[in-house]
């Protein structure tokens, strides 16, 4: 058996939410009531989740953890930048925390610390569509989509990202990666060809490369996979 280890110690930073400490109240044990209290804007609502991570967060991606349980999914969002630790897909996580203020949403699950359980098989992602993107069904979910790339370039306000612009035929998917140590030429010799690529369903990328509209975050170029080389 494995024993626990504690992979990510968080302090919360007290001044994200002036005048209001967690809830005393009995935390939240599954992830569907804690998207309700996301939702509503429970802030202080506390919750200890035990749950499966989704996908391993890319180098820079750390503090966006996909996890989820029967009920549901959600991605806990972290406030200091420090790395996870020994956390993969598949892996059991226990998830302690609060409903927290966010910058680039009205509030978030906050982790106080994740610890690692045990290790798991890691998910499938969900096969979709462009439409059913469109949806808003498979927001923060592990998703899978194919296309033709039809244009890739690095990210202009952080050169370490990648874009890539699918043709899903019907409809276009923007999809942003980890491009630490690729060239331009690495980029490129994607275009025309036909793609499956895995990832998060996002609604918006935080930070200096932001992004708006859904969009697929992908971890790195191992998210990519070649299917053939397209016509035309």
Sequence with gaps: M???VPILPLVLAAATLPGISASPDVPLT??????AAVRDKQYGRRFELTAQVLVRPGEK???AIPVSDASGHIVLRANQTRPVGDIRSG???RARGFIDLSQFSPACARPADITRLSPGTPPKPTRVTEPDLSTGRFDECFVCVE?????TFFDDN???YGVLILDANPGKVNVI???????QTNLEALINTRVSVEGLCMTSTPGSRRMNGRHISATDISAIHTLDTAVG
């Design 91 to 93: 892996d059991f996580v």
């Design 61 to 63: 991606e750390w503090f």
């Design 147 to 151: 296309g033709c790339v039809r244009d």
């Design 177 to 183: 990666f980890s491009a630490a140590g690729l060239s």
């Design 158 to 160: 952080d050169p370490n």
């Design 2 to 4: 494995n024993a626990s």
């Design 30 to 35: 599954n992830v569907a009531d804690v998207v």
